[in-house]
C-alpha cells in the first residue's frame, strides 16, 4: 500500500504541472486571440477632415445607422439607385464616406450608397450583411452591391448568390473568385494604376469570371489607399494624384456608371 502511495504521490507534481502548463498554453491562446481580435477592430481611418468635409455639404446627407453610414443627396424613393458598399479588409467603414459622397455626386439620379459596418472590419465575417440594407430601405428602386479591396470580392460571393436581388457589382481594386458571368449582373470593375496591393495577375486571370460586357477601368496615378480616406497602406505603389483627387476619379467612373446601367431597372420598379 505506501508503495502505491508513494508512486500516486510521485505523480502529483507531475499532474499539477501538466495542469499549469495547459493553463498557460489557454491564457496565451485567449490573448493571442483577443489581440487579433482589438487589432483588426481598431481599424484603419477614417481621416477625420475628409469625413467633416463631407458632412459639411449641404448637397448630401450623412446618416449613421444600425447597418452602417448612408450617404445620399435626396430621399429614397423608387427612382433611388441604391449601392451597399463593403469595405476593405481591417479598414473602419467610414473611411469610404468620402468616396461615397464622390460616387453620389458624379451620378445624375437620385443615389443612396449605404457602407456598411462589418464585424471586426472584416467582411470576411458577414458576406451577406447586405440583405439588412436592402430591407431596411425597401423603397429604393435599383440595387447594386459592391465594395474595396476584400470587401468587393466578399460583395462578389454575395452577388453569385443573390443575383436576383441586385441590378449592378461594383468592384473597386478587387477581384471574382466566383463565375458571375452568367447572372445577368451588369459589372463594373476599377482599378489604380499605381496599386501595389492588388495582385494584378489574379485580378487579370479572374476577368473571366466576369460577364463579356463588364467594363474594367484603370485610373491613372491611383493607388490603392486611394478608393479610400484611411491613410497609406503598407506596400502601396506611390499615388501620383492627391487623396481627394483619387476618390474623385473613383466617384466619377463609379457614379456615371451607376447612372447608366441601373437607370432602366429603377425607371421600371418606379413606372
Same mark, same amino acid.
Do not use: K
Given at each position: 500500500?505506501?508503495?502505491?502511495?508513494?508512486?500516486?504521490?510521485?505523480?502529483?507534481?507531475?499532474?499539477?504541472?501538466?495542469?499549469?502548463?495547459? #493553463?498557460?498554453?489557454?491564457?496565451?491562446?485567449?490573448? @493571442?486571440?483577443?489581440?487579433?481580435?482589438?487589432?483588426?477592430?481598431?481599424?484603419? #481611418?477614417?481621416? +477625420?477632415?475628409?469625413?467633416?468635409? @463631407?458632412?459639411?455639404?449641404?448637397? /448630401?446627407?450623412?446618416?449613421?445607422?444600425?447597418?452602417?453610414?448612408?450617404?445620399?443627396?435626396?430621399?429614397?424613393?423608387?427612382?433611388?439607385?441604391?449601392?451597399?458598399?463593403?469595405?476593405?479588409?481591417? &479598414?473602419?467603414?467610414?473611411?469610404?464616406?468620402?468616396?461615397?459622397?464622390?460616387?453620389?455626386?458624379?451620378? !445624375? =439620379?437620385? /443615389?443612396?450608397?449605404?457602407? &456598411?459596418?462589418?464585424?471586426?472590419?472584416?467582411?470576411?465575417?458577414?458576406?451577406?450583411?447586405? !440583405?439588412?440594407?436592402?430591407?431596411?430601405?425597401?423603397?429604393?428602386?435599383?440595387?447594386?452591391? %459592391?465594395?474595396?479591396?476584400?470587401?468587393?470580392?466578399?460583395?462578389?460571393?454575395?452577388?453569385?448568390?443573390?443575383?436576383?436581388?441586385?441590378?449592378?457589382?461594383?468592384?473597386?481594386?478587387?477581384?471574382?473568385?466566383?463565375?458571375?458571368?452568367?447572372?445577368?449582373?451588369? &459589372?463594373?470593375?476599377?482599378? %489604380? #494604376? +499605381?496599386? %501595389? /496591393?492588388?495582385?494584378?495577375? =489574379?485580378?487579370?486571370?479572374?476577368?473571366?469570371?466576369?460577364?463579356? !460586357?463588364?467594363?474594367?477601368?484603370?485610373?491613372?496615378? @491611383?493607388?490603392?489607399?486611394?478608393? %479610400?480616406?484611411?491613410?497609406?497602406?503598407?506596400?502601396?505603389?506611390?499615388?501620383?494624384?492627391?487623396?481627394?483627387?483619387? =476618390?474623385?476619379? @473613383?466617384?466619377? +467612373?463609379?457614379?456615371?456608371?451607376?447612372?447608366?446601367?441601373?437607370?432602366?431597372?429603377?425607371?421600371?420598379?418606379?413606372?
Amino acid at each position: 500500500m505506501r508503495g502505491a502511495r508513494d508512486g500516486i504521490a510521485s505523480r502529483l507534481p507531475e499532474r499539477r504541472t501538466l495542469l499549469l502548463a495547459g #493553463g498557460v498554453a489557454a491564457l496565451l491562446v485567449a490573448l @493571442v486571440v483577443a489581440g487579433g481580435a482589438a487589432y483588426f477592430a481598431a481599424g484603419m #481611418g477614417p481621416e +477625420a477632415d475628409a469625413v467633416a468635409a @463631407v458632412e459639411a455639404d449641404p448637397n /448630401v446627407s450623412v446618416d449613421r445607422t444600425p447597418v452602417g453610414t448612408t450617404v445620399r443627396d435626396g430621399p429614397v424613393t423608387a427612382s433611388t439607385v441604391g449601392l451597399v458598399y463593403y469595405p476593405g479588409g481591417r &479598414v473602419s467603414h467610414e473611411s469610404y464616406v468620402p468616396t461615397a459622397a464622390e460616387i453620389v455626386s458624379a451620378s !445624375d =439620379r437620385d /443615389v443612396l450608397v449605404v457602407v &456598411v459596418d462589418m464585424p471586426l472590419n472584416l467582411a470576411v465575417l458577414a458576406p451577406d450583411r447586405a !440583405d439588412r440594407v436592402r430591407e431596411r430601405y425597401p423603397e429604393a428602386g435599383g440595387w447594386a452591391v %459592391g465594395g474595396h479591396s476584400l470587401g468587393g470580392a466578399m460583395a462578389c460571393r454575395h452577388a453569385a448568390g443573390n443575383a436576383e436581388a441586385y441590378d449592378a457589382l461594383v468592384l473597386h481594386a478587387a477581384y471574382c473568385d466566383r463565375d458571375v458571368s452568367e447572372t445577368g449582373l451588369d &459589372v463594373l470593375s476599377v482599378r %489604380g #494604376g +499605381a496599386d %501595389g /496591393v492588388i495582385d494584378v495577375e =489574379r485580378e487579370r486571370a479572374s476577368r473571366s469570371n466576369l460577364p463579356a !460586357d463588364a467594363r474594367v477601368v484603370e485610373l491613372d496615378g @491611383v493607388n490603392h489607399a486611394g478608393f %479610400g480616406a484611411y491613410g497609406p497602406q503598407p506596400g502601396d505603389g506611390p499615388a501620383s494624384l492627391s487623396p481627394d483627387a483619387s =476618390r474623385e476619379a @473613383v466617384g466619377n +467612373a463609379t457614379g456615371t456608371w451607376l447612372s447608366e446601367r441601373v437607370r432602366s431597372a429603377a425607371l421600371v420598379v418606379a413606372g
